[in-house]
C-alpha cells in the first residue's frame, strides 16, 4: 500500500511517520509511505497514484487541504483520503470533497485501527469511483457501475448515468484515463461506452441495454470488436 502524509509540519510529519511504521509493525503490514511538506510536490508525484493520503487542512496561510483534496479527487479518484486537523471546525467543510475519515492530530494513534479497517475494506471491495468538475464547478463523484456512455459534443462531455445526465468541459481522451480500465471503452472519437451496458455490437453501431444507439466510427470497428470479445471472455473466467 501507497501511502503519503502532507502536513507543512516537518515535527509533525516525523511523528505521524513514527505512528504509522509502529502500528504497520504491529500488524504486519508493509505499507510504502512518503512525506510531504510541499503540496506542490505532492501533486507533482509522477508515480503509481497513493492508495492512501493523510492529510493536514492548514497549511500555512495560502494553501488549504481541503481544496488540494479536490485537486487529488480528480487526479486520483481511487485515492483515499483521511483528513488529519487540530481543529474540529473544518468537521463540515470536508464534505465538499471525497474523504474516507476526519481525524484530530491528538486522536490520530487511537483513530488508526479504525481508519486502515475502513480503507482496507474499501480496497478489498474495488470501490470504482469516478471523481470529475461538472460544467457549474461541482465536484461530483460516481460510482462507476451507473455510467452508461460518455459522449463529447461541442465544448461539453455528456456523462449519461442510469438516472440522469452530467456535463463535463473535460475532454473524451483525459477522462478516458481515469476510468477504471476494462470496463471502458472507445469506440468514437467522441463516445466512451460501459462494456457491461452494451447489448448488442452490429456492424457500425451499439445497441445499448437502455435502447440508445451508439455509432462506431469506421476506425474503431475492429479495435473495439477485438477489445469487447477479449473483455466478454475475461468476464466468463471470473
Request: aromatic share 12%.
Amino acid at each position: 500500500m501507497r501511502i503519503a502524509v502532507c502536513d507543512d509540519n516537518k515535527n509533525w510529519l516525523d511523528q505521524a511517520s513514527a505512528i504509522i511504521h509502529m502500528f504497520a509493525e504491529e500488524n504486519g503490514l508493509q505499507p510504502v509511505l512518503f512525506l510531504f511538506s510541499d503540496t506542490d510536490v505532492l501533486l507533482q508525484e509522477q508515480k503509481e497514484p497513493f492508495d492512501l493520503i493523510f492529510m493536514d487542512i492548514v497549511l500555512g496561510r495560502e494553501k488549504n487541504g481541503i481544496q488540494i483534496v479536490k485537486m487529488i479527487n480528480e487526479r486520483w479518484p481511487a485515492c483515499q483520503i483521511v483528513y488529519l486537523t487540530n481543529y474540529l471546525g473544518y468537521a463540515m467543510d470536508v464534505y465538499e470533497t471525497e474523504h474516507v475519515w476526519f481525524v484530530l492530530k491528538s486522536q490520530f494513534k487511537d483513530r488508526l485501527p479504525v481508519v486502515f479497517e475502513k480503507v482496507k475494506h474499501r480496497l478489498e471491495h474495488g470501490l470504482n469511483l469516478f471523481v470529475f468538475t461538472a460544467s457549474d464547478q461541482e465536484i461530483v463523484t460516481l460510482d462507476c457501475g451507473k455510467i452508461r456512455y460518455l459522449e463529447r459534443s461541442g465544448r461539453l462531455t455528456s456523462i449519461v448515468t442510469e438516472d440522469r445526465v452530467y456535463y463535463t468541459r473535460d475532454k473524451i481522451a483525459p477522462l478516458l484515463e481515469r476510468l477504471p480500465a476494462g470496463d471502458f471503452l472507445r469506440c468514437h472519437s467522441s463516445y466512451i461506452v460501459y462494456l457491461p451496458a452494451v447489448q448488442s455490437i452490429q456492424k457500425d453501431r451499439l445497441l445499448m441495454k437502455d435502447g440508445s444507439v451508439i455509432i462506431i466510427s469506421r476506425s474503431y470497428q475492429k479495435e473495439f470488436r477485438r477489445s469487447f470479445l477479449e473483455w466478454a471472455a475475461s468476464r466468463r473466467q471470473l
